[in-house]
């Protein structure tokens, strides 16, 4: 459970006051997510999500990502939309952190991959990637290439009590990605952590997309291969390259990859499975005891990684090269 900050009952009451939603029902802590405090509020206006953004939440970024969320739903996104309070404010103060009160969305993320879904999230990140155009704010990918290292300086130390020889092996990975990182593929807004629990679906059909905290400016392609590492790899660590066809297949016909970003996916699949291997490792290391949090294994990161190490070959995903 991702509940870091207590709030008490009085707290939320004198909260939700200054909100047109009516007298608190209830308010329970939810039992997922890793990054911030999440409330399943439900008012006599009925079930809402409270948030209060945590340590990995720049304060400075809350107007990015509340006003990219109003900018998606905008243009037909189903996706969370912050709620002002009786002045008109969206963004406030609970037990000392930034808060904010979003809409509940409908559906349930997928606790089984089909190769359904990822037929789905193809499309809905295209959808996204399109839907980002013309938004006035931008916000740069701290979490990006140039992120890595000092993550990296912040875990190496103690990286090999995970698992011995990591720390060298991330070295030479991050020295070989600093050199060929791409930097001209196209780029716009994107969602970087695009996992099974941020998309949900109804009737077997993708319903919205929630958890907007690391969105940012990046390569389009970027958020593809985040895609391919949380959603086409299967329990017993196979790559699934029918689940992988779908996705950019399906990705492919709302927004068509060119022939420089299917080349790059490997590289850029490589970055996605080191930057999740980072902070995994990280909160591995540093979780605060007494947190309500399941912590994520680093070391599926690194099976991932070590996969794309090996591709050489864009068919290896089920993609063609044009
Ligand atoms: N707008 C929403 N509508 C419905 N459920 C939500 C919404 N936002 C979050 N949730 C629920 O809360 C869980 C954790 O939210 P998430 O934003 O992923 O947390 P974190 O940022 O801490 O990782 C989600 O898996 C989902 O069950
Ligand atoms: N998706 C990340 C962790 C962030 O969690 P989320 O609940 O915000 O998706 C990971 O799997 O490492």
Redesign the pocket.
Same mark, same amino acid.
Do not use: H, M, Q, R
């Given at each position: 459970m991702?509940v870091y900050t207590e709030v008490s009952d009085e707290d939320v009451r004198a909260f939700v006051a200054q909100y047109d939603l009516g007298d608190v029902v209830s308010c329970k802590g939810?039992a #997922?997510?890793? #990054? =911030?405090? =999440?409330f !399943?509020l439900v008012t006599g206006k009925g079930?809402?999500?409270l *948030?209060l953004y #945590?340590k990995r939440v720049d304060p400075a970024d809350l107007p990015f990502f509340l006003g990219l969320m109003d900018h998606l739903a905008a243009r037909g996104l189903t996706?969370?939309q912050p709620v002002a309070g009786t002045d008109g404010v969206a963004l406030r103060s609970l037990c000392g952190r930034p808060a904010v009160i979003? *809409?509940? !969305?409908? &559906?349930m993320?997928p606790r089984r991959i089909l190769a359904d879904h990822c037929a789905g999230l193809g499309e809905g990140l295209a959808r996204l990637h399109l839907a980002g155009d013309g938004f006035e704010l931008t916000r740069r990918n701290a979490l990006s290439v140039a992120g890595w290292r000092p993550l990296f300086a912040a875990s190496r130390w103690r990286a090999d009590e995970v698992k011995p020889g990591l720390a060298d092996s991330l070295a030479e990975e991050l020295d070989y990605l600093e050199t060929h990182w791409p930097t001209d593929l196209p780029a716009g807004i994107i969602h970087a952590?695009l996992f099974p629990? =941020?998309v949900?679906f109804s009737d077997g059909a993708l319903s &919205?997309l929630?958890?907007f905290?690391f969105a940012c400016n990046d390569l389009f392609a970027y958020d593809v291969a985040i895609c391919l590492n949380a959603w086409c790899f299967e329990a017993d660590g196979s790559f699934n390259v029918t689940k992988a066809r779908l996705l950019l297949a399906s990705y492919d016909r709302v927004r068509p990859l060119s022939a420089a970003e299917r080349e790059a996916l490997p590289i850029l699949a490589r970055g996605s499975a080191i930057r999740f291997l980072l902070t995994r490792l990280y909160d591995w290391l540093n979780t605060p005891t007494g947190a309500m949090v399941k912590r994520k294994d680093p070391l599926e990161y690194l099976h991932k990684l070590r996969f794309h190490q090996q591709i050489r070959h864009i068919a290896d995903y089920g993609l063609d090269r044009s």
């Open positions: 991702a939810i #997922e997510g890793v #990054e =911030n405090s =999440n !399943l079930p809402f999500i *948030t #945590e996706c969370p979003v *809409t509940f !969305l409908k &559906g993320w952590d629990d =941020n949900f &919205g929630i958890d905290y």
